[in-house]
């Protein structure tokens, strides 16, 4: 099926350093969402993303957070600085249009670890 | 406001028996409800969806999974489980005015030998 495709799939970095989780999504689709999920628990929505534009985002979206895709390139979460409670692995997803937009694919995820 | 509920934490079964994995909803209309799967150090798969028609609805890997409105429920099922389908298991919930989708809590099953 569509794939979704992550880079990298481990990032150690140290507190207060700025990172960059990469995304890949589905060549033909153009909603784009950020989950966070800490130590296997529930996935948290974080952002969604359509036209260029940050359409909704939660609470866990905080303002050290963004969110691009430069020219449909990678899909991109830029965390700066980042915090140890940043430390989860993060989902990306893509969904398609029309009758297709509900359905969304995962990436295997980039598992942060902040020091 | 929206919701999904997955009551059971964890769901140990032996291979070969069947299985149901209970996922309750709250919204006000009919959602898109899905199940999703995530195997060990991966990212979530779709097992199956539904939206509208017949409310048995037929996905991968032989889960089946019943849409019941009176019951606002989505309880996910297999005849015959297999040690292959240790996971954990989400059921999640898309409304039709944005594609934001919530999830539960997810259930870890555990299939054993």
């Known amino acids: 099926g569509p794939k979704v495709l992550q880079i990298p799939s481990h990032q150690i970095i140290d507190m207060g350093q700025m990172v960059t989780l990469n995304c890949d999504p589905v060549s033909n689709h153009l909603y784009f969402y950020w989950y966070k999920q800490i130590l296997g628990q529930q996935m948290e929505f974080l952002v969604n993303?359509?036209?260029?534009?940050?359409?909704?985002k939660s609470k866990l979206f905080k303002d050290q957070f963004s969110v691009e895709r430069p020219d449909g390139s990678y899909f991109t979460l830029k965390i700066q600085p980042t915090a140890l409670e940043d430390s989860a692995v993060y989902f990306c997803a893509s969904s398609g249009t029309g009758s297709s937009a509900e359905t969304l694919y995962f990436g295997s995820g980039t598992r942060l670890t902040v020091l | 406001a929206q919701s999904v509920t997955q009551p059971d934490a964890r769901v140990t079964v032996s291979e070969g028996a069947s299985l149901q994995l209970r996922c309750k909803y709250s919204y006000s209309a009919t959602p898109y409800l899905f199940w999703y799967v995530q195997y060990p150090r991966q990212g979530l798969q779709l097992l199956l969806k539904?939206?509208?028609?017949?409310?048995v609805v037929q996905g991968v890997n032989s889960f089946e999974a019943e849409f019941s409105k009176s019951n606002s429920s989505f309880h996910l099922q297999k005849a015959s489980v297999h040690w292959s389908d240790s996971a954990v298991y989400f059921c999640a919930l898309s409304m039709i005015s944005n594609n934001r989708i919530f999830f539960g809590d997810g259930t870890q099953l555990v299939v054993k030998p």
């Open positions: 539904y939206y509208s028609g017949d409310p």
């Open positions: 993303f359509y036209n260029g534009k940050v359409m909704e």
